[in-house]
T-cell receptor, first 114, second 115 residues
Framework: DAEITQSPRHKITETGRQVTLACHQTWNHNNMFWYRQDLGHGLRLIHYSYGVQDTNKGEVSDGYSVSRSNTEDLPLTLESAASSQTSVYFC?????????????FGPGTRLTVL | AQSVTQLDSQVPVFEEAPVELRCNYSSSVSVYLFWYVQYPNQGLQLLLKYLSGSTLVKGINGFEAEFNKSQTSFHLRKPSVHISDTAEYFCAVSVPLSGNTPLVFGKGTRLSVIA
């Protein structure tokens, strides 16, 4: 079955380190998204991509970067981890670019920055 | 820019009782509206969505929602809840205009079903 996976599921790192969270989908969806989930804030969009070589900033993109070199993967990099980036991170994908599209979510990565 | 307000952060309800989770949005143009559910330690999955047509939308697991344009609301309802409905529910809005981000989520409502 097609799916979307995230790794690692849990990560503890130190302030100032570079961290990369992986997202891989086997649906062949063009669109991929990264969100962070924090208590009291719901889900906030970090970055998104509408296809290979395309990336766009979301609402809370400072301190994060993404690159899209193939259809299946959209890794999220924290350039220099900060305690404020402790959060649960979700990757999602959707097949079409339309605003009516359903997004399909991965299981999440819990990141703790000490 | 579009925004979504979920009026209740937590809703406790007894098993087999009805429930309504409230959602209001702000937009001066037409919107698409979604409800997603997040079960403990899982990602989100779609419950239902309104794109056009009938204002009453039926989703999975017996949930339904009604789009009310004049009140800019999209409340989620279930006539009789089960323990397994305990989860966090997110309302989301999409405004189909060039340059807009694809989906904006509310802060979520935690539904706790009590036996």
């Amino acid at each position: 079955d097609a799916e979307i996976t995230q790794s690692p599921r849990h990560k503890i790192t130190e302030t100032g380190r570079q961290v990369t969270l992986a997202c891989h989908q086997t649906w062949n969806h063009n669109n991929m998204f990264w969100y962070r989930q924090d208590l009291g804030h719901g889900l906030r969009l970090i970055h998104y991509s509408y296809g290979v070589q395309d990336t766009n900033k979301g609402e809370v993109s400072d301190g994060y970067s993404v690159s899209r070199s193939n259809t299946e993967d959209l890794p999220l990099t924290l350039e220099s981890a900060a305690s404020s980036q402790t959060s649960v991170y979700f990757c999602a994908s959707s097949p079409n670019r339309g605003f009516a599209d359903t997004q399909y979510f991965g299981p999440g990565t819990r990141l703790t920055v000490l | 820019a579009q925004s979504v307000t979920q009026l209740d952060s937590q809703v406790p309800v007894f098993e087999e009782a009805p429930v309504e989770l409230r959602c209001n949005y702000s937009s001066s143009v037409s919107v698409y509206l979604f409800w997603y559910v997040q079960y403990p330690n899982q990602g989100l999955q779609l419950l239902l969505k309104y794109l056009s047509g009938s204002t009453l939308v039926k989703g999975i697991n017996g949930f339904e929602a009604e789009f009310n344009k004049s009140q800019t609301s999209f409340h989620l309802r279930k006539p009789s809840v089960h323990i397994s409905d305990t989860a966090e529910y997110f309302c989301a809005v999409s405004v189909p205009l060039s340059g807009n981000t694809p989906l904006v989520f509310g802060k979520g409502t935690r539904l706790s079903v009590i036996a």
